[in-house]
């Protein structure tokens, strides 16, 4: 049976040696409402002396296209992704295997459903410990970094 799944992730261009973290996603809930969770989170950004480089507005690209693409259903009352650096991690990560540059920006997500009221959900991909030794505590670094702010902004830490 593995060398079927395996044969299967091979088939459909997942690496085989793929860290079993970049097949998951950590996700936390807030009892509060979108607006006041995506403050929160740009505010445990912020308070790390970083910056916030951009934000993905998902819910309303979706939303806008909806029709272009033959869909009717709403997803989400609203949805972004949050997009920001650290000028120190990053160097670390990248000094230690420049294809690292791959991870930067790092992303937060921040969504809520359609008709789940003051529920809202944040999360972050982890970044896969890949490389050198150096290169995979650099990465859990960012990893310990993401997951900080996004506990922050639930009320997790």
Known sequence: ???????????CGFPAAADAQTRRI??????DSFENVK???VDAIVKRGLVVDYTA???????????DVGASKRIYSDAQSVQFCSATLSRRTME???????FCPYVIFIYALDG????????????PRLGSRESRRALGSVNQ???????????KN
Do not use: C, W
């Open 145 to 155: 970094l993401l997951d900080g702010i996004v506990r922050e902004a639930v009320g």
């Open 39 to 41: 403050q929160e989170v």
């Open 26 to 31: 950590v996700i936390h809930t807030a009892n």
């Open 96 to 102: 230690a295997d420049p294809q690292n540059v791959a």
């Open 57 to 67: 507005q998902v819910g309303s690209m979706l939303e806008r296209t909806a029709k």
């Open 1 to 11: 049976m593995r060398l079927l799944i395996f044969a299967l992730a091979l088939l």
């Open 116 to 127: 789940r009221p003051n529920t809202t959900f944040v999360g972050y991909r982890p970044l």
